[in-house]
């Protein structure tokens, strides 16, 4: 009986064996299958099966979780208004031409040139100050006649010379640098030009005829002051690419301004001009030379020579240093001396934005900081000759203060 048992579950084991080969040969079949990358041959996007919007209704019906929607060309079309306008599209008012203009004219640096003049004038004016002739003798028409010359060749200047910086290559990347009308995409480069050479002739007609009441001499004087706006920045090898911007910005806004001004009022004796020129040709030249220091890296790509390319950053800086105090120098020669008219000290209350530049340029070694400087030099600059008038005035009327009670009598 027993033998009979076990023959019947011969029958049984094996096929349990038989079962458990096959789930393992499953397991085994399943295994491969995962670990194998399935690819696809390429198919063209007209051969990919698309499916009937029916179908997908019948779907969104079957089940409501998924959302169908038709899309319908439509005849209006609503897109929203762009936070940023294109050049082309945007229009500027009359308003915003007028303050771009403004701003490419560079008013900051008109004091270079109307300050020297205010200095001849008050210088000539003081001078014929007496007793007899207590308000002295002022040409006031000729003093605006020159002053608008003087002020339509500067800006004449400004633009000729952003025109050539563009031609040159100068001050492409510099968001520091004034004017800036082309690199900026605002003007077009021909019209900044024409608009430059027309106030340049302007500004040289205006001051032809004013010049008629001071002589030769001033015809010469405006002669040079034209030419030295037109090639300071014009042509390949311009003044100011020739290590010669200092010196040409010496010459035209100290000597040449305020001796031209000093003898349109009807002076006779250019030399104390030349002498109270030079403060103001000082502080020029070293304005031109912090805007050199502070465009260095520019000017040496574009292959421009000045001396803050040629003398570096540390020596420029002692270049720098001479020149304003050169300018302090001169004033308190004038003034200290006995008989001197001491007034003209009263120059020295700028002092302070002197400490204040004197300190920054010899702080700074990065173009910001020279930025800041240029601005202090700028200001000192109106500062000191501002004041230096006022001393020049006061120097004359006060002897003449206990003479007013006897003006005031019949």
Do not use: C
Not at 23 to 43: C, I, L, N, P
Not at 173 to 199: D, E, F, M
Not at 225 to 236: D, E, K, M
Not at 362 to 374: A, M
Request: proline residues 5%.
């Amino acid at each position: 009986m027993a033998k009979e048992k076990e023959k019947a579950k011969e029958p049984e084991v094996v096929e349990k064996a038989r079962q458990t080969e096959t789930h393992d040969t499953e397991r085994e079949e399943k295994q491969q299958a995962s670990t194998q990358v399935v690819t696809a041959e390429a198919v063209r996007a007209e051969e990919v099966p698309t499916i009937a919007m029916s179908s997908l209704q019948a779907i969104d019906t079957l089940k409501p979780e998924v959302i169908v929607h038709s899309v319908e060309p439509t005849n209006e079309v609503e897109a929203p208004v762009p936070l940023i306008a294109t050049t082309g599209e945007y229009k500027r008012s009359i308003g915003e031409w007028v303050r771009v203009w403004w701003d490419g004219l560079r008013p900051a640096y008109l004091s270079l040139a109307l300050l020297p003049l205010l200095v001849g004038s008050a210088l000539a004016w003081t001078q014929t100050i007496s007793k007899d002739a207590m308000f002295g003798h002022f040409r006031l028409l000729h003093f605006l006649g020159a002053l608008i010359g003087v002020l339509l060749l500067q800006l004449g200047a400004n633009l000729i010379n952003d025109y050539y910086d563009y031609v040159h290559g100068v001050d492409t990347s510099n968001t520091l640098g004034p004017g800036g009308l082309i690199q900026q995409g605002l003007i077009k480069p021909v019209r900044v030009l024409i608009v430059g050479l027309v106030l340049l002739g302007l500004g040289a007609v205006i001051g032809a005829v004013v010049a008629f009441a001071g002589g030769p001499l001033v015809y010469g004087l405006g002669l040079l002051g034209v030419l030295g706006a037109y090639f300071y920045s014009a042509t390949t090898k311009s003044l100011s690419a020739l290590f010669l911007g200092e010196l040409v910005a010496f010459l035209i806004y100290g000597p040449l301004i305020t001796l031209g001004a000093y003898l349109i009022q009807g002076g006779k004796a250019p030399l104390s001009a030349i002498i109270y020129s030079l403060p103001a040709g000082l502080l020029a030249a070293a304005i031109i030379l912090m805007n050199n220091m502070r465009d260095i890296e520019g000017d040496q790509q574009a292959r421009k020579y000045t001396v803050a390319t040629g003398l570096g950053i540390k020596l420029s800086r002692y270049v720098y240093l001479v020149l304003v105090l050169a300018a302090y120098t001169v004033v308190i020669v004038l003034g200290v001396p006995p008989r001197a008219p001491h007034w003209i000290l009263l120059a020295l209350w700028s002092l302070p934005s002197l400490f204040v530049a004197i300190s920054g340029v010899l702080r700074t070694d990065v173009t910001t900081g020279f930025q800041l400087v240029l601005r202090t030099t700028l200001k000192l600059e109106r500062q000191f000759l501002l004041l230096l008038v006022l001393g020049m005035v006061i120097a004359a009327l006060l002897p003449l203060v206990p003479n007013i009670p006897m003006l005031l009598l019949p």
